[in-house]
């Protein structure tokens, strides 16, 4: 990752690091360009909080990645996946023995399905990126079937990022995040459910020294703005902040990555 944090999309849908065990199998077929096909098998409980206890697979995802070189200088990638997730997270509850409750760190806004797609661009002189690189990040999702009762209603969510390395040890970077939502909750004292929207942008700043390939120094500035129904859909938006991160590897690491 170029940055502290992941993308708002990722923390929103998937809980931000979603791990899970299951079963991957990929295949890269033999074209004379970049092409990936892959499937998943996961049991979806750290996908969401409180989740069902059944002995199928709670996600699947299918998913394919393309890409190649337009010349010595640039290439790109192109990749599109979707998941199908078969629990539902349990929508907020509204009244007068109103009480609160822990949550896990799974996705707060969940869904049935959930399209993502996503482009990379990337230029560096001749091919050398050890020295001098642009990278052009763009990511979507979205999610339907988040509630029985919501329609055709939707959350998603976008993400664009530019990464700069103009030194062998040093990065900068911006990014911008849009985050669409649709909060089910539901009101005991007239029995039925409202789905409240909201809305959270974030902008992200940052600078990374990297002396070697085991070691990351990162320093971010972030900032939020919210926007919802009577109730706050988003607990509590981050109006600024500064990060410090520090990555260290130890051990063997793979080849350079695309």
Known sequence: DDFAERPLLYRGFLGGHWYD????LNW???TP??????????SGKQLIEEPETKKSPG???FSMKTGGDLNASNSWQFGLSYLNNRRQAEAHHHGEDEEEHDH??????SGKHMWMTDLVYKWAPNGDSKNQQVRLIWEHARVSGIHPESGSLRHSGTSLAAVYRFHPSWEVGARTDWLKVNKPEFHEDEGEYEFAPGRLRENALMIAYKPNHMQTYRLQWSRQTA???EEPVF????KNSIQFQVVIG????GAHSY
Do not use: K, W
Not at 21 to 24: A, C, H, N, V
Not at 33 to 42: D, K, P, S
Not at 104 to 109: D, K, Y
Not at 250 to 253: I, Q, S, T
């Open 104 to 109: 896990a760190h799974g996705a707060e806004f």
């Open 59 to 61: 996600a699947q995802t």
């Open 235 to 238: 607990a509590s938006p981050v």
């Open 227 to 229: 926007t919802g129904g």
């Open 33 to 42: 360009f970049y092409l990936r096909f892959g499937v998943e098998a996961f």
């Open 21 to 24: 065990d299951g079963l991957r």
């Open 28 to 30: 890269t077929a033999p």
């Open 250 to 253: 130890f051990g063997a690491h």
